[in-house]
């Protein structure tokens, strides 16, 4: 009898096809299944992608692992990848959101009439 270790089976990415504005931050886990039926929270270890870097880019640098930037509306998938099994979910960006809005002159002078 072999005993071997329990190798990676599966990897789930979540949330499932978040949307986000443009500008703004969208974190992303990455869940393992392993043939003995364990699951592992592989955020930090897994190899992060985006299909369309133009539309969103994510961070593979240790401690912000799994964050997505939307770039520019669109819609790309988030891709986690360890050891030659991958996870995927979609990201749609949206326009980016109106923040505030300002009228100047802060005061103003008008003739009478």
Not at 12 to 26: E, K, L
Request: hydrophobic residues 40%; glycine residues 8%; charged residues 5%.
């Amino acid at each position: 009898l072999t005993v071997t270790p329990a190798v990676l089976v599966s990897l789930a990415v979540f949330p499932s096809n978040p949307s986000v504005a443009a500008g703004y931050h969208q974190s992303f886990i990455a869940i393992g299944t392993y043939s003995d039926g364990t699951v592992e929270d592989l955020t930090e270890q897994v190899t992060w992608t985006s299909s369309n870097p133009l539309v969103a880019s994510i961070s593979n640098v240790e401690g912000s692992r799994g964050i997505a930037t939307g770039l520019t509306p669109g819609t790309t998938t988030i891709i986690a990848t360890s050891n030659g099994v991958s996870g995927s979910t979609n990201l749609t960006v949206t326009p980016a959101i109106l923040l505030s809005l300002s009228v100047t002159p802060f005061t103003s002078s008008l003739p009478r009439g």
